[in-house]
């Protein structure tokens, strides 16, 4: 499996969507892709995603609300869908505020088990 | 506005809803409503959220995000919808993992701004 045909296809097979990326717990992009046109900073992004999934991960385990699958963050810029992939990948979608973010989420539920067996 | 209203209200509006709180940024809830039959421990929620809503807004502020306006949060149990009311207050939603979430991002939405001019 081609991890970077992996986020392209997610990025080219939603509408509104700007940027896709494959992120170790780190914060390193394994895979990346963004259309031309954005100006998304992938790396920043994924350094700070990384915090952010870590604080969710705590608190759910906190909650004892069982294993996080998903997240979304909604501003008014900005979708970003977060699939966890394993306990050591996620994959990180960006939309713009009119993307279509059911499509979004679809792609990455169906993308996250698929990359989860190659890695 | 009777607060303990809005949040029953959106509690008894969803199918699959479990609990709603509007919580203060140092994780006290200022009202709150849960179903008699879930175990959600609705204090620990807020202040665990309470956390996690920081950790995004910073995130949210290094990327030039925008303002924060929704996150969503998925686990294999359970889906918390949390809306940004102001700068001190948030609206939080947790629904089963049947729940119709859908309603339940649309019953927060239309509750934060009615909420913001009470407050």
Redesign the interface.
């Known amino acids: 499996m081609d991890f970077d045909e992996v986020v392209t296809n997610i990025v080219e097979s939603a509408e509104g969507a700007l940027a896709a990326v494959i992120i170790q717990n780190d914060g390193v992009p394994l895979a990346e892709y963004k259309k031309p046109e954005t100006s998304v ?1 992938i790396s ?2 994924s350094v ?2 990384t ?2 999934i870590s ?2 991960k ?3 385990e ?2 004892e ?14 979708v ?1 869908i977060v699939r966890i992939i394993n306990d050591e990948f996620f994959l990180a979608m960006i939309l713009g505020p009119d993307g279509n973010t059911g499509k979004g989420r679809y792609l990455v539920r169906i993308a996250a088990p698929k990359v989860a067996e190659e890695l």
């Open positions: 900073d920043s992004m700070e995603y915090v952010v604080e969710i705590k608190a759910s906190a909650l609300a069982g294993a996080m699958e998903e997240i979304t963050v909604r501003s008014d810029e900005l970003y």
